[in-house]
RNA sequence: GGGCGAUUAGCUCAGUUGGUUAGAGCGCCACGUUGACAUCGUGGAGGUCGGUGGUUCGAACCCACUAUCGCCCACCA
């Protein structure tokens, strides 16, 4: 669809209301359709890249997604518009895990299993499901507006990331950055793979801690002579040591009893055997330095190959290693006549067993975080287990470098302390999981055990077999700002596009995705992957609770984009908060974004109305601020120019908040409040002003929705359709908001005297209307108004048909004179500053009421002149502030002072 | 144990390097459909900015302590 052909499927007239369904599906079709979104070869300005954080290809569209489209999308729409060359690169994550478990789900239904079909036919069928249902959260993500390169979107596992997930294990591999190893991981039994410790939540947990005594060897005592459950087991043995543990199956694994060193009470114990329950193993009692002798009974036992202090206690004491548990999280042969049994099951059978010996000395209750697994909600355990590692400590040197030498910069910057701590504290990331979704791992195994890893373009040897791990998620998205735009490969996209501007995402993902792009991206590229980490907050209810099914206070955005639109919702995710603050979702704030929709809509209907031809030229008449605008057109000119300003320095300093907040105030507040009303005026004079009001309205209102566009996409360029019509002329095909220029504003047309004037003129609007609505008077009726504003008054008197208009003054008995001598009797008082005002209210006039208010006044108006005075009495104030400011209370003062002596002079002369 | 954030109007939040009378939306009160808009307009009420102390001529803002809520990291036999 061309442009034309959106302009002239609008109807004539405006309807009298925004409906956004069917504008935000059109607007985007033709956008999408018109190659709007690809980077312009022929932008004056440089790149301008956003690597889209890639949502799991089982994601639903969420308001973590919302917000994040809705912050990408406005700084891309923003940068696109200064002329930038701008690139937002769409794609989604294969998401091991979850993908994998959801068709296993599936398999399950069937009858069927992941074992039972095989690896192969499992992949079949995980592909077969993602090109299924896998694209529907980019259509999510179109309904929301985004702007990004459809033609780039690239996913984890398709074929060129899988080679630069290859090349890149392959280099870290060469460079000595990845080995494998049997060391204590992170293990899910009922995901049967290995997690990261970034992938384990931890939980405070009210559990039971036993106390369990273990004999000692005696010379009158060599071990049991009576069997395991006998209740003799221990028989004869008369030297006992007590340990403390919350796992007690964990005990058929122990392979020492440490003490704390020099504690007195194990003195003569140290040295000797102690006889482990129910296996009856001889293991030492040493000590270690790791033992807290305050803690427990002050003895723990040593459990090497299920706790990660233990084995680094066997490392030190060169102790065995005996692993108890299977993978599914059974106890194995070592485990004797526990063997088979599920380890929560065996806890509780040795705990009886235990007891019916008499070793049981007591039970407590306990508070402890249990590891709990971030995917599958159990406990993991810790397990022995062969894995691939990630050498992390250079890579992590790196990525401390970029940002501490400000190569990166995060805002907001108290999230740099978090990534130092972090990055400063890394242990090895473990990086195989035995799951079949995902990257292989790309190492392959000679018959004799030599380990191969090919190129990504080399075939693997003959008779090879392949690792049959494969890689954690984050391994890929760790790549992910290279990887999509073709690295290894020396691309014409890695070369324009490289490294990438901002990354944009959540503060709950720096460790898991950020600070790995950083470390991979630096490490691989040799460059840091984007010059500045803008993380946003997370999303909560109402009053503040995280969003769950069981609260039942999840918010779907797509519900809300039907019911509300697109552009109400992006507006209250964007403008409800500051940059990494969590925001509390207030529905009522999605409303109140809505109405601001159709607010711009009104308006717009309200200038085209007066616009009535084509402006010949509508920027012409206010390029040059000396020419024929009156007071209130200055006025407004200024503001839009304050405005743009304003907008541009808050975009650069990532303040979208503020910046849409204000946009908001101006268009509604200034614009529309006042200006469309002044316009009302002035459309009534002589062809000149009513052409410079035309033209003022049109150039501030097209303007706003320039600056407008990025926040709110779809309204702004229906509006803005309508407004720039060409009538009888045909617009071009690339005639779209989202390709106009952003304004810059221009402090030329700043005019702080319009500004002052005209808020005088306000202020005397506003005080009239208030006497009206204090005293009554119905609307339709006009007042008299006698004005006294000293030198003050001609430019009062140039507005007069304003003032007359917009405070129902009649303008026949509306006198703005410099000086009075008689003050109009029966007269309700205005006094603003120097500036007083009588309106005659003829039978409406309640002396008493009129001397309470005036009292009221007057008593305001004394503490003002008293808090002055005593300011300016201050020597240290007016020796030390800045001369502008003593000068500014200064002046206020003596308004002040005025409005006392006016307050006074009428109350006593108040019969 | 270490660190971070929040605390401002009834509710949800702003407040740009300290500087006139601390703002908005919603809610509340009163009035109003004059041709942009009732998804609206006009006027109004409502806050000693969590507390204490300090720095300063001047503090919502800077410093110290403190309370409450929330989060992150580490540890937990």
Redesign the pocket.
Known sequence: MTNPEIQSARPTE?A????HQPVEQSLYAWWERSGFFAPRADAPNPPFVISIPPPNVTGELHLGHAMFVTIEDLMIRWRRMQGFQTLWVPGTDHAGIATQSLVEKLLRSEGTSREAVGREEFLRRTWEWKEKYGGQIQNQMRRLGASCDWARERFTLDAGLSRSVHTAFKQLYDDGLIYKGTYLVNWSPTLGTAVS??E?????RNVS???VRYPVITEGWAGPQHAWGSGRWAEGATEWIT?????PETILGDTAI???HGDERFATLLGRSAVLPALARHIPIIADE????????????ITPAH????YEVGKRHGLAQISILNKDATVNAEGGPYQGMDRFAARKAIIADLEKEGLLVKTEP??????ISQRGGEIIEPLLSEQWFVRMRPLADLALAAVREGRTRIV?E??E??YY??LE?I?DWCISRQLWWGHRIPVWYLPDGTMVVPGPDEAPPEGATQDPDVLDTWFSSGLWPFSTLGWPDQTPDLATFYPTSVMETG??I??FWVARMMMMGCYLTQTEPFHTIYLH??V?D???R?MSKSYGNVVNPLVVMGEQGTDALRFTLA????P???????P??I?????????I???????I??LQIALPNPQSAITNPQSAMTLADRWIVSRYHRLCL?EN??ME?Y?V??AG??M??FL??EF???Y??IA?VQLEGDEQRQQLTREVLYTVLEGTLRLLHPYIPFVTEEVWQYLTRVEGGEPGPTHSLMLAAYPAGDAAFIDAQAE?NWGMT??L???I??????Y?V???RWVAATVVAGDRAGMLREQAALISRLG?ADAAKLEIVESLEVKPSQSAAIV??TLEAYLPLAGLIDLVAERARLTKELEQAEA?VS??EA?LA?????????A???Q??R??LE??RAALMALRGRLAELP
Do not use: C
């Not at 340990?243 to 796992?247: E, H, L, S």
């Not at 306990?366 to 590891?371: E, K, L, N, P």
């Not at 809509?601 to 200038?607: A, G, L, S």
């Not at 209307?769 to 204090?774: A, D």
């Open positions: 405006m009298k209301a925004y409906e410790d970034l384990v939540e931890y939980e405070t801690i036993w106390y340990v403390a543990t919350t796992r440490a003490t704390a790791y033992v807290d002798k305050e803690f427990g009974s002050g003895a723990v036992k706790d990660k202090n233990d306990h508070t402890m975080s249990v590891g907001p108290r999230f302390k978090v701590h972090w504290n242990e503060y709950d720096l460790f907050g997370l909560r109402e009053h503040g995280k403008t409800s908060g500051t990494g603050q969590d925001i509390n979702l207030n009522q704030r409303e109140s974004a809505r109405n601001f929709a159709n607010k809509w009104n308006i717009t209907r309200f200038v109305s007066k304003d320095r808050l300093g303040n908040g503020e907040r204000q908001q105030d509604w507040g529309a409040d006042w469309v009303e009302k002052v306000q202020e609007i506003v005080a209307r208030n006497i009206r609505s204090e009554k119905e609307p339709a129902r603003i500053g003002d808090r002055r300011k201050n020597e240290g104030f007016v020796g030390k502030a800045p502008n400011v003593v500014r209370e002046d206020s308004a002040a």
